[in-house]
Structures are given as structure tokens and as C-alpha cells.
């Protein structure tokens, strides 16, 4: 009996050692008594003294999760009272804090005039520090409330049931679309003829009256392949991959084109950056910066189409 009673008094060592010192007692004796008596139970059935012993032992458990049961102490890092709220916050966050920390960093690298392996590399790895100490710190939130039984006030009611998902491909996405795509034309056509920038006399254009034909008919032609794009979703009743590789492709060359003339100065007028900017004492550097800023936003609306037209294409494929 020897090695049976110290295998019974390993078990319940190891039960009651992380336990609080007024808890071992009581749960020791607690144990020595329920073992005793499983034990015994399985003696009268015939089995040897060795063979219950082992058997009543393995039925208890990992003695580690027997412990946390005395002790009402979760044995997970966030338990289900949170777990919904810790993943739809970890996830939203995910999605927010790397693309603005690769965007910011990219355009002060852009503007303090780096190299482009610095900035890719810098904003790379910006992104991929946001994403590190996101998920860090959120999650140690968590962990904090759930041990500490704090309440997050986040209670659930009808009222939150998500609307139907959308997959972009209704009526009136189309229609929201087409009207868009209408005023980039007639604005184009305003700032060519009449001038969109008031300077008290004649109004002048802002784009290049360069660009003018073939600039603007290139660009008219985009703005109708997009057109016919929203038509074609439209008429599926739903984004497909083919969807999706023709808007991203419209997008890349309007963003490419774009910031080609940008970067040749062929894309605004000469005329309105002399009378916004240059009379007015503003220097070349600063003129760098707001080149930089333009470019900027030229690629990422750009680069957001491209998402959204992927995203709507993966909830339509999932529908």
C-alpha cells in the first residue's frame, strides 16, 4: 500500500499546492476522503488495490483543472461573457489601426522626401507594429475584465440584429453610382468652360486646359467604363470576380494616370496654382508637400474602391 498511498498524496499535492493556504485543508481532506471511498467501491468489484487506485485517479482529471474548479478560477484567457465583444472590437481595430498607421507613416516618409525602400519598408513595418500591439493590448483589457469580473456595459438587445447584408449590387447602389459618375462629368465640364475657382473677375478651371482633348476624353472614357461597370453589377443582382478585377483595373489606371500628370505638372492649371499659391509667398517646399498630399489622396480613393469592390464581391459570394 505503500506506493498507493503516495500516489494518492502526489495527486492531491499537486491538487491543492496553488490554492489558497485556508483552502488546503479543507480540500485535502476533502479529497483523501472522496478517493477512499472510490477506491473502495472499485475493491468490491474485484479490481486489485493498484488498478482502482490508478482508476480513480485518472477519472479525477488533470489535478491543475480540479484545482481551478476549488478555486471558481477560469482556466481561459477570455471566457464567453466577453469573448464577443473582445473579437468584434479586435476586429474592427484591425481593420482601422494598420491602414491608417501604414497610410500616416507613408505620407510623412513621402513628404520628408525618402527613399522608396524607406518609405515602403517604414510603413510596412508600422502596420505591422499596429497590428502586434493591437492585439496586445486589447486583449490584456480583456483578460483584466475577466479576471477581475468587471462589466464592460455592453448589453445585448433586438435592437442590435444587423439589417440584411448588403452586397452592393441593388438598385440603388446603381443608381447612386450612375449619379455620381454624372456630376464628375458635369464638374469637369464646369471647371473647362465656366472655371470652378472664383478669383473676383473670371472664374478659373483647375484642372489643365492642356489636358483638353485627349486628356479628358481618356478621362470621360473611365468615368463611362465605370458607368457601364455599375450597370453590369447591377444587371447580375450581385458582384462576381470578373466585377471586381475590371474595377480594380479602372482603378489602378486612373490612379497611375493620374498621378503621372500630378508628378509631370500637367495635372492643374498653371494659372490657379500661380494665383492660390505661388503669388501669395508659398514656397516650393511647401508646394512639395501639397503635391505630395494630392498625391496621396489620388491613390488612396483609388485603392478604397478597389476594397470595396472585394469585399462586396466576397458578401455576394458568401450569399
Known amino acids: 500500500m505503500t506506493t498507493t498511498a503516495t500516489l494518492t498524496e502526489r495527486y492531491i ?72 465583444v473582445w473579437w468584434r472590437l479586435l476586429k474592427l481595430l484591425l481593420i482601422i489601426v494598420p491602414i491608417c498607421a501604414f497610410g500616416g507613416v507613408m505620407l510623412g516618409q513621402l513628404i520628408d522626401g525618402a527613399p522608396t525602400g524607406e518609405i515602403i519598408g517604414t510603413s510596412v513595418v508600422a502596420a505591422l507594429g499596429s497590428i502586434v500591439h493591437v492585439g496586445f493590448w486589447v486583449t490584456l483589457v480583456f483578460f483584466i475584465l475577466e479576471r477581475t469580473g ?20 441593388g438598385r440603388a447602389d446603381a443608381i447612386a453610382s450612375l449619379i455620381f459618375l454624372v456630376l464628375g462629368v458635369g464638374a469637369v465640364l464646369w ?39 455599375a450597370v453590369v453589377v447591377y444587371a447580375q443582382r450581385r458582384w462576381t470576380v470578373g466585377a471586381a478585377v475590371v474595377n480594380t483595373l479602372l482603378a489602378v489606371v486612373f490612379a497611375a ?18 494665383y492660390v499659391f505661388t503669388d501669395n509667398g508659398v514656397t516650393e517646399e511647401t508646394m512639395r508637400i501639397l503635391t505630395v498630399i494630392t498625391g496621396f489622396g489620388l491613390v488612396a ?19
Open 150 to 169: 468587471a462589466d464592460t456595459g455592453v448589453k445585448w438587445n433586438v435592437d442590435q440584429l444587423p439589417e440584411p447584408t448588403q452586397n452592393g449590387a
Open 257 to 274: 494616370w493620374s498621378l503621372t500628370l500630378l508628378v509631370r505638372g500637367e495635372l492643374l492649371n498653371p494659372e490657379f496654382l500661380s
Open 13 to 84: 499535492s499537486a491538487t491543492i499546492r496553488s490554492l489558497a493556504p485556508e483552502l488546503q485543508d479543507d480540500v485535502r481532506a476533502e479529497l483523501e476522503a472522496s478517493i477512499a471511498d472510490a477506491v473502495d467501491a472499485r475493491l468490491e468489484q474485484g479490481e486489485s488495490p493498484t488498478e482502482a487506485e490508478r482508476a480513480v485517479l485518472t477519472g479525477l482529471g488533470d489535478p491543475g483543472i480540479l484545482a481551478a474548479g476549488y478555486a471558481d478560477r477560469p482556466l481561459h484567457l477570455i471566457g464567453p461573457k466577453y469573448y464577443l
Open 191 to 229: 471647371d473647362a468652360f465656366i472655371g470652378f475657382f472664383p478669383t473676383g473677375g473670371e472664374p478659373i478651371s483647375i484642372l489643365d486646359p492642356a489636358l483638353w482633348p485627349w486628356g479628358i476624353t481618356f478621362f470621360f472614357a473611365l468615368f463611362a467604363a465605370e458607368a457601364l461597370l
Open 301 to 319: 480613393f483609388p485603392l478604397w474602391d478597389i476594397v470595396d469592390g472585394w469585399i462586396k464581391t466576397v458578401r455576394a459570394r458568401r450569399g
